[in-house]
């Protein structure tokens, strides 16, 4: 019965996330834009529409957005060695507003909630993150690389275990100190993305 509340929240996951899927097959950071404008509002309906907890602000927790900024400077700086990426006028609201909300939304407060079953914790490294968080971010990657994957397959790879990351992070992170912080965390996260690229060298 629980793996039934999954699969709902696949299907929820990829509702929500099919003009991302569509938008980015032009292949440009303004159609990503708009493909998250639409995605921001089928991510209200939802939550609105689907009934979980009632959102608890928290109250705001620093060491978590300094720790997940750290994390996206480290890896957007390993990403930015190997890739550049196209950025628009419209980039930074994508990346620090749109898709921090959306994601945090769709994949913590309705994902994490759905795979409250799975709340046994397993050591990452040197993290002990439950398993929904784990499973959660895989299918995060799982979305991202197919967002990324008409441009170039091993890009898309990278985006998709960048994603994983983040996942990881801001799901734990929403866990112990909530939506808020969670949202908040991601955005620090995808600051660095918006700042490697600046690089005189990126497209």
């Known amino acids: 019965m629980e793996w039934l509340k999954f699969l709902d929240m696949v299907l929820v996951v990829f509702v929500v996330y099919i003009p991302l899927l569509i938008g980015k097959s032009r292949r440009s ?49 390993l990403y930015r060695l190997n890739f550049s ?25 309705y994902g994490l909630y759905y795979m409250s079953m799975l709340s046994q914790k397993l050591q990452l490294l040197d993290w002990n993150i439950q398993e929904n968080v784990i499973i959660v971010a895989l299918l995060c990657a799982f ?30 992170i929403y866990l112990i100190h909530g939506l808020f912080n969670a949202i908040l965390a991601q955005s620090a996260f995808s600051f660095w993305r918006m700042v490697f690229a600046c690089h005189p060298h990126s497209k």
């Not at 995605?39 to 620093?62: D, N, Y």
């Not at 950025?87 to 913590?108: C, E, G, H, M």
């Open 143 to 172: 979305i991202y690389f197919l967002v990324f994957v008409r441009k170039n397959a091993f890009q898309a790879i990278a985006e998709g275990a960048v994603a994983f990351i983040l996942s990881i992070i801001a799901g734990h």
């Open 85 to 109: 990426w196209e950025t628009k006028v419209y980039s930074p609201i994508t990346w620090l507003a749109l898709l921090p909300i959306i994601d945090n939304v769709i994949f913590r407060k």
């Open 29 to 77: 950071e303004e159609s990503v834009f708009w493909a998250s404008v639409i995605s921001l509002i089928l991510t209200v309906l939802v939550f609105f529409l689907i009934k979980t907890e009632s959102v608890e602000f928290k109250e705001f927790g620093p060491i978590s957005v300094i720790v997940a900024s750290t994390f996206g400077f480290v890896t957007y700086g």
